[in-house]
């Protein structure tokens, strides 16, 4: 992780703390292979709106990032299930634009399901002083 990285993981953790609760739920998550876009943990189909995926820190990460995030990763094509080409947003992608090692990525995309945004923010803070323990 260099300086620009780690600036723009800070401003990551700001942007999710200020999140409404409601447009981050990490218990479920999308899957365009099937016609309800988004699904519990147990498999059953669940219709959203927002955001509030398994991956939901990556997926704000692509939206408070997403000019310089389109450049870097691109869209993924519309699909049977989708009107619109949406940004390419994985645990890899996040890793990458951060400058993570890959288990701190999938440690915030992934685990800490039932976490607040004020808990999901504090973990990314965390990650981040051990970076740069110094700021």
Known sequence: MNRTEHK????????????????????????????????N???????????????????????KHRKVWARRFG????????RFNVLRVNVDNFAFFYGLQWKDSHDICLDGMRMTTDEKAEQIRTVALRYFPNG
């Open 8 to 39: 723009r993981f800070l401003s990551l953790a700001d942007f999710i703390e200020d999140l409404p609760p409601e447009n981050f739920r990490m218990t479920t998550w999308a899957d365009c292979g099937t016609r309800s876009h988004f699904q």
């Open 41 to 63: 943990h147990d498999h059953t189909a669940q219709r959203e709106v927002n955001c509030g995926t398994s991956c939901c820190v990556a997926g704000w990460a692509a939206v």
């Open 75 to 82: 869209f993924e094509r519309k699909t049977q299930y989708s």
